[in-house]
């Protein structure tokens, strides 16, 4: 089968393109090709010239023509802006998210209306579909029965993506697949434009010997999950049954990924426990209102049913998740950590 | 102020018209410009004479500069095109609904990011945003708490709609409402596209001696709203205040309007009480598989604690919206009915 991810050198993309390069399978069947499409491709990077792999760079709205040219399979959709920059540039989010999304529906659409495959389209949804509207607050505990009001221009325009792909599925155009990704921490390399971002920040820039900023409250909570716990819940959502039964998706779309609930503080004291009082006080609290706003709107508390039901469950603590990032990032940790904790 | 009405040649456009020709005011300012914005201007109609009023023709979305070529302080945006044509016909419904309403909140966005005022855009929504999935049924009673799960492309493009309305109402770039509109009977003139079509045309074809037909089951339950009650909610809506307190949005967008619960053979039996035997004989079932999956997904009972909050109510019962009916058009009444009723 023909799998294609957008996003594809995004940091989620390459862990997703590892472990399919690593499975060769997807769906019950052999991966013989895999596109990365993304706008940037780095110059020198070992998966472009893996033979399995295809590659088509630029805006994804405008290369669809090369991405559909042989039929697709599975589109896994990861290609997206993120919360800080679709805030700070609302025309950019509703272009980046919602009109090129809605492109490819179309592309994959016309393929089955074609005659081709209809495409699984995996779309990469956001815990900021849900905000805490202050008319209308979030109740404690979320699950996928709880009504999104997104108060980001991201989490709307994620949310609009959801009620598309459940359209284009209804109408038999795509088969199509919703995970709703918490938090991804702790994400390696540098920093990006996501509102969520010091998540990561609070503990990678530490553990490469960098100050790092939290702009938000310590006692704030939020649901996190891991990249590895991330990847699983994709690539899960992607090969689940959508008939009933178990372990189906029992013909309903979004899926809210196993969400860990910890605070800010409990993330930085798995940092000392792990790396050390030094490494922990390089963190210094600086409340940022614009970062806490939207944050602090997300929803922290998850009834993960849906998710369970597919086999899927959170990160066991934060420590682990600082752990495997050590495991995971050698490189990036230039501090001294011990191996087996406190 | 200038009013705009979008579908302003539409039947509930020409009530709302109507109404406000008569009241000339609005939100507590006199209506100084009322511009009538529509693809269809009747060739002879008294109103696009009338002295207060300006008449756009065209595609909205190709006509939004001559929409907005002076300030704008309100738009009721009726404009759309109904369920069972966006069901046959998915590009039309797609354009129609989602990039025309798009375009016209872009069009409202440029005009106060210019210095212009903030533009109240009242948008008429739909019972259509909630659908009963198989797989996710709706609960008994539904209020705006209830997550939409539409089950057809129309219901889906309102639904979509209401999420950019509150998004660009929560940047600021408008003062957005949405009006969720129940079924609206009895609706004079012809028979339209719309999947509901036959709720009106059950009691009107019979009414002017003509056989109807009846596409479901009679025992179907259904949500419904006379017109009165109808144009009645939408400029409830377009007044209500946006801060906290009674009779106020309460900062939440949608409002169900109030819902009329009835089956299919109460209003037969409405018609006949009205009526009598050799009308009510007029109408003969003969179930539609597809008119019924589109009705049947939407919910017929309503907690209407907001829209009571609002001060609006749903009509008494259908025998008095038979006789209001008649009392409008006598024109299209053209059987013996008797004026106390039985």
Tied chains: 1, 2.
Excluded at 51 to 61: A, E, I, N, Q
Excluded at 169 to 175: H, K, L, N, W
Excluded at 186 to 212: C, K, Q, T, Y
């Amino acid at each position: 089968m023909r799998v294609v991810v957008t996003g594809g050198f995004g940091f989620l993309g390459q862990q997703v393109t590892d472990v399919l390069l690593a499975r060769r399978t997807l769906c019950g069947a052999p991966v013989d090709r895999l596109l990365l499409a993304d706008r940037n491709v780095p110059a020198a990077t070992p998966v472009a010239d893996h033979p399995l792999v295809d590659v088509v760079r630029g805006d994804l709205s405008e290369r669809l023509d090369d991405v559909f040219r042989h039929p697709v399979d599975v589109v896994i959709h990861l290609a997206s802006a993120v919360s800080a920059e679709c805030e700070s540039d609302f025309d950019l989010g509703m272009t980046a998210n919602l009109d090129t999304t809605r492109a490819l529906l179309d592309a994959a659409r016309a393929q089955s209306a074609a005659g081709g495959p209809t495409p699984r389209v995996v779309f990469s949804s956001s815990v900021a579909v849900y905000g805490s509207d202050p008319a209308a607050p979030l109740p404690p505990v979320v699950d996928e029965r709880t009504l999104p009001t997104p108060q980001s221009s991201y989490g709307t325009q994620k949310r609009v993506c959801e009620q598309l792909i459940a359209e284009y599925t209804r109408r038999g155009f795509v088969d199509g697949r919703v995970a709703r990704l918490m938090t991804v921490a702790v994400r390696p390399g540098a920093p990006n434009a996501a509102a969520s971002g010091f998540l990561s920040g609070i503990i990678r820039e530490p553990l490469s010997g960098l100050p790092a900023t939290c702009p938000v409250d310590p006692a704030l909570r939020v649901a996190l999950a891991s990249p590895r716990r991330t990847v699983e819940g994709i690539l899960r959502i992607a090969e689940a049954g959508r008939d009933n039964g178990p372990g189906s998706l029992e013909g309903r779309l979004p899926v809210n990924l196993p969400a860990l609930t910890v605070t800010v503080a409990d993330m930085l004291d798995a940092l000392r426990r792990v790396a050390g009082d030094a490494v922990a006080d390089l963190v210094t609290v600086a409340p940022d209102p614009a970062i806490e706003a939207i944050v602090g709107s997300w929803p922290a508390s998850f009834d993960n049913a849906r998710a369970r039901a597919l086999g899927l469950r959170p990160d066991d603590d934060f420590e682990s998740v600082v752990r495997a990032y050590i495991q995971d990032h050698p490189d990036a940790v230039t501090v001294a950590v011990g191996k087996s904790g406190h």
